[in-house]
């Protein structure tokens, strides 16, 4: 037995004595911080009838100068310009082209967004037709339609430890109540000529999505009814943005009329589109509210006293006999909280009155025409949707 715990003792400090060396020289890891996600804005740009991604050339660069001024509370700036609806792409109807918008997003999110884990500020700003395909987008995205499962970027970012919150909505001279004219035998010779052209241009030349935006594409539910009524899920989609702005030109546009771009009953310019000495352009201060309820007032009775004579099957005119619309789509779009913008434009030439429709967003029709105009307007609209990115992520990170 003795020999045995004599070894036994020599084992056990020549152990003791190495174990102990070993636990001189081991530094334990420590514990990892993990750290705070990035703060990415993430701006899609949405292009109207007809248009490309080239239409957002400046717009786009303006996004990128004024943002950098703002590195402090984002850390990353990624802005896409889509073009999955080009050129003639634009006739094939509302619900391919907001699928076709969809899918790009989500293509992009999982090529350039995902790599590390993220909080994502989304907006989207859309010009005259791409305004609409904009929201059909957002209820796929964001929304709550039949469809929202398979598009739906909370689910999609979620495996990645990535967020959302869907910050901005614009729309630029955007035809949300249609694109019906009028009908009263006192019309103007302008409105008469705007009628008649926009009848056949919009149910002949621009195929599935003309008739969208006549509202003749279904008897009861025409589809910007749909993106109107919470029934079909596509408004609370929209309804998650944290602010919805709405840009419309005073008098100029002669393409989409002030009443469709602002979603009004009324408009305060009553003036017809003339020329001025000089060019130039103003965005005007308005409110953020309007008071609804006596435009209604004021609408029932300019309908009443100039007998127009659809207004009993459900459909109104501005009092400027510029724009028929529905009432309770109008109703529903009413319903949102809208902020406005009113652009005020003045041109030298006749000629240049129908391209005052593409002057918001800087588009090269004519080459040097008015291009320095629009330069002014996008400016300012980039430099109000930075201020409303900085408002919210200031906001955000005294939050956290």
Avoid at 208 to 226: I, M, R, V
Wanted: glycine share 4%; aromatic share 10%.
């Amino acid at each position: 037995m003795a020999p045995k715990c004599f070894f036994t003792k020599i084992y056990s400090a020549i152990a003791g004595t190495s174990n102990a060396k070993k636990n001189l020289f081991t530094v334990e890891p420590e514990p990892l911080i993990a750290s705070p996600p990035l703060k990415v804005a993430f701006i899609v740009l949405v292009h109207g009838n007809h248009g490309t991604k080239n239409d957002w050339n400046y717009f786009s660069s303006s996004i990128t100068e004024q943002f950098s001024t703002c590195a402090q509370k984002m850390d990353k700036l990624h802005v896409l310009c889509s073009n999955s609806n080009a050129g003639l792409k634009t006739h094939a109807g509302f619900a391919t082209m907001g699928e076709n918008l969809a899918n790009e997003v989500h293509e992009y999110i999982l090529t350039h967004l995902i790599s590390t884990p993220s909080h994502i500020y989304i907006s989207i700003i859309g010009h005259s037709l791409g305004g609409l395909i904009a929201r059909y987008a957002i209820g796929l995205l964001v929304g709550h339609t039949v469809h929202s499962a398979k598009w739906n970027l909370h689910t999609l970012l979620q495996p990645y430890s990535c967020s959302l919150t869907p910050l901005c909505y614009m729309s630029i001279c955007t035809p949300h109540l249609g694109s019906r004219r009028a009908s009263h035998p006192n019309l103007s010779l302008f409105n008469r000529i705007a009628k008649k052209y926009s009848k056949i241009y919009c149910n002949y030349c621009i195929g599935k999505t003309g008739k969208e935006l006549f509202l003749s594409d279904h008897p009861t539910a025409p589809l910007l009814y749909q993106l109107s009524d919470p029934r079909y899920g596509f408004i609370q989609g929209l309804q998650c943005f944290q602010t919805k702005t709405l840009v419309a030109c005073t008098v100029m546009d002669i393409v989409v009329p002030y009443c469709s771009a602002s979603i009004r009953t009324q408009t305060p310019y009553l003036n017809t589109p003339q020329v001025t000495q000089k060019r130039f352009v103003t965005i005007l201060p308005h409110d953020t509210t309007v008071d609804y309820e006596t435009e209604w007032k004021q609408s029932m009775e300019w309908n009443q006293h100039i007998a127009y004579k659809r207004y009993s099957k459900g459909w109104c005119s501005d009092n400027t006999k510029q724009v028929e619309f529905s009432i309770s789509l109008l109703q529903h779009l009413q319903q949102v909280e809208w902020k406005r913008i009113d652009v005020e434009i003045g041109l030298s030439k006749h000629w240049q009155i129908p391209l005052a429709h593409a002057i918001p967003i800087a588009r090269t029709i004519v080459e040097g025409s008015h291009n320095e105009l629009g330069q002014q307007v996008v400016d300012k609209l980039v430099k109000i949707v930075q201020e409303y990115h900085h408002q919210h992520c200031a906001m955000t990170y005294t939050s956290q």
